[in-house]
């Protein structure tokens, strides 16, 4: 028998459940949109191919876009540790998305700083599988499941 009382907690408690989702979605997908405008400031410095000087202030700005997603992506996972820890899939996709990230940016300043251009084709499409992870975690948070929140 279900008193008033323990509706009442089960009902706050869902809720809080369904607003710390919500946040880790918001944090996910901004990091998702930081990943997404990675490829337009790629494409922008690209554009100067074989014109440092031309495309370095695009460079840096591709550089910084990597480190906002690092830390949104980063801020997600101590959200998701302290506010969702029964939410195994959405705590290990949010290590694994900023372990990624972090790998990411590493072969892009090979790239960039020690003129790796042969890491290029491991890069972008670590980018897309990144974009994907992404988007991924915050549906999948979005979506929800009271059950696992709760359990």
Known sequence: MTTPASSR????RSRDAAGARRIFAALTGLAALAILLQGLWAGLFLEHAGQRDEAESWI???ATGGEVAIALAA???????VRLRGRRDLVVG?????????????????IGDDGKDSLTPVH????LLLMGVAVWLSLR???????????
């Open 94 to 110: 949010a290590i694994v998305l900023t372990v990624l990230l972090v790998l990411e940016a590493y072969m892009g300043g090979l």
């Open 9 to 12: 907690t089960q009902h706050a």
């Open 141 to 151: 948070a979005a979506r929800g499941s009271q059950r696992a929140d709760t359990g």
């Open 75 to 81: 801020v997600a996972v101590v959200w998701a540790l």
């Open 60 to 62: 840096e700005v591709h």
């Open 124 to 127: 972008v499409p670590l980018a």
